[in-house]
């Protein structure tokens, strides 16, 4: 059995989503939308391969991104993020979403207490981009890939 327990906050903000929790009995976070449903079979598989990579985010929605002209300055490159077409056309990915993704709970600190307040700022103003910035963290402390669980019946409504 799966012991569940759901964070909600007061504060419409969606750096909260990251804000660390107390008294878990795991270091798995499941972070998933709220428009997002996951069948269970599908879910304790991604939990399954998480437990065996428990510093990579494991996920179902991958995306990617990449530089955006070489004719830039390098110390100050810019991207191009690219949606779902973009991975399914390329056939690769570089994050996963943090939508619907299994991490570990030492990121939810991270992410709260060290990252960059700028980065923090932006997601707030903008309403937006805290599942990339999760994922740029996760890729910057690891060094390391993201895991993408890829299955077809995970429901984004």
């Not at 804000?19 to 079979?41: E, G, H, Q, R, W």
């Not at 973009?86 to 990121?107: E, N, R």
């Not at 963290?137 to 019946?153: E, H």
Request: with cysteine; proline share 4%.
């Amino acid at each position: 059995m799966i012991k569940l327990k759901i964070d909600m906050h007061d504060e419409d903000n969606l750096n909260t989503r990251f804000k660390p929790m107390n008294d878990l009995d795991t270091d798995a976070i499941f972070s998933v939308d709220d428009d997002v449903l996951v069948p269970c079979d599908i879910l304790v598989f991604a939990f399954t391969v998480w437990t065996r990579a428990q510093d990579s985010m494991v996920g179902f929605v991958p995306r990617m991104h990449w530089i955006q002209s070489e004719m830039q300055d390098a110390s100050f490159p810019r991207y191009i993020y690219g949606g779902w077409w973009s991975v399914w056309w390329m056939g690769t990915y570089s994050m996963v979403l943090s939508k619907c993704a299994f991490l570990h709970q030492k990121y939810l600190d991270l992410y709260t207490d060290h990252m960059p307040v700028q980065i923090r700022d932006y997601v707030t103003h903008k309403r937006n981009c805290e599942d990339i910035a999760m994922s740029f963290l996760v890729a910057n402390v690891t060094q390391g890939p993201p895991i993408w669980v890829k299955v077809w019946n995970v429901v984004d409504s």
